[in-house]
Each structure stands twice: as structure tokens, then as C-alpha cells.
């Protein structure tokens, strides 16, 4: 299996709401990561785990949650979300963090905030 | 100044034509990376090279680490090569610097 999945495809949410997107990967790899991408833009890093722990976070609102529960299971909470958050959040795995691996990267999920 | 640069931003192409993606990069790195993203999202990896060159299909890609640059060819396009083709670099730790991509259209 060598496929990142993410749910749901699309999410519409209030400002007001909280919803979480997830990331799922049966690779065994240890790194994973959440990309926030704008139209027409390059994906933007937001976090990164390494081993179930957080190495990386982007400087990223903390209305941005992330949580890694197990090793093949990466989501990221969302609450009180600005209509700017509006985006393609794409997750990624790779086997290791340190080293130079390629990364497998999910379908996205579309999220648009009204 | 964005450690990878891309260029052309934009390339139309008639079936079959030799097509050319460059990517120069500035940061010391350990792999550079050719991702290809269709509209609808999901990003597939197509390179990852750290010296040389690598065909897979009509696809080649290339890499001068002296020069800082390298490139991504595509022998006899086709009308499903259409998509946005990234060029990314990583260090050490495997974070990725993406360049801006570049958006390829292959007419019939």
C-alpha cells in the first residue's frame, strides 16, 4: 500500500465551527506532514512530525491544531477559521525526517470558509 | 529571494514537441525533487535525484550540482502531460523548498 489518504475530498465550515481534516498512511513511515496550498501557489510547510512527536511548526495560527494519535495517523483541528484559510491542505509522509526521501503526498482536502 | 527558482511560469506545446522545465536552486541540498500536480490536487512524485540523471518514460530529468540547477525534459508531449510541474530541493532534514511551479499545457 503506498497511499495517502485524506478525508473528506471537501469541506465547507462556518467561522464559528470546528472540524478536523485526517491523514492516513500505512507505509510505516514516520514522518508526516500538513501542507497548506494556495491557488496558483506552491504548497506552504505548516507542520511536521517526526516519530508521533511535532518537529516542525511553521509559525502557523493557533487556530490550526495538529495531532499525531499514532503512526499512520496524522489531523489536523480546525476552529474559528478565517474566510483567508481558504485552501488545499494536502498531507504527506515520508519513511524518515532526517535523510533524503521522497514524499508520498495525499489527494487533499478543499476547504472553504464562509 | 526564493531559494528555487522555476522557469517558464507558463508553457503551451503541440502534441509531440520536446519539452524543457528549468529549476535553478540556491540552498545547499542533499536531493532535488520533480512533483507533478494535476488540477484537482493530488501531488505525485516523478524524480528525486542528488547527482546525474533519471528517465522514467518519456520523462528525463537531469541535475548539475556545480551549476545549482537542473531540468526536467518531456519527450513527445501528450495532451495528458497538461499539469503543474514543481521542482522542489531538500536538505538535510528533508524539509522541502518548492519553487513556484511551472503550468504546462499540451494542446492536440
Known amino acids: 500500500d503506498t497511499e495517502v489518504t485524506q478525508t473528506p475530498k471537501h469541506l465547507v465550515m462556518g467561522m464559528t465551527n470546528k472540524k478536523s481534516l485526517k491523514c492516513e498512511q500505512h507505509m510505516g513511515h514516520r514522518a508526516m506532514y500538513w501542507y497548506k496550498q494556495k491557488a496558483k501557489k506552491p504548497p506552504e510547510l505548516m507542520f511536521v512530525?517526526?516519530?508521533?512527536?511535532?518537529?516542525i511548526n511553521e509559525s502557523v495560527p493557533s487556530r490550526f491544531s495538529p495531532e499525531c494519535p499514532n503512526s499512520s495517523l496524522l489531523n489536523l483541528h480546525l476552529h474559528a477559521l478565517q474566510p483567508e484559510d481558504s485552501a488545499l491542505y494536502l498531507c504527506?509522509?515520508?519513511?524518515?525526517?532526517?535523510?533524503?526521501?521522497?514524499?508520498?503526498f495525499g489527494p487533499g482536502t478543499r476547504l472553504t470558509v464562509t | 529571494k526564493n531559494e528555487v527558482e522555476q522557469s517558464p511560469q507558463n508553457l503551451t506545446a503541440q502534441e509531440g514537441e520536446f519539452i524543457t522545465i528549468n529549476c535553478s536552486y540556491s540552498?545547499?541540498?542533499?536531493?532535488l525533487h520533480w512533483l507533478q500536480q494535476h488540477p484537482g490536487g493530488g501531488i505525485v512524485s516523478l524524480f528525486m535525484?542528488?547527482?546525474g540523471k533519471k528517465k522514467h518514460g518519456r520523462l528525463i530529468a537531469t541535475i548539475n550540482i556545480q551549476e545549482k540547477h537542473s531540468s526536467l525534459h518531456i519527450t513527445a508531449s501528450h495532451p495528458r502531460d497538461s499539469a503543474v510541474y514543481i521542482c522542489?530541493?531538500?536538505?538535510?532534514?528533508?524539509?522541502?523548498?518548492f519553487g513556484t511551479g511551472t503550468s504546462l499545457t499540451v494542446i492536440p
Open positions: 512530525y517526526s516519530y508521533e512527536k511535532l518537529s
Open positions: 522542489a530541493a531538500t536538505n538535510t532534514g528533508n524539509q522541502f523548498y
Open positions: 504527506a509522509s515520508s519513511p524518515r525526517l532526517a535523510g533524503s526521501y521522497e514524499q508520498y
Open positions: 535525484l542528488s547527482s
Open positions: 540552498v545547499g541540498i542533499s536531493a
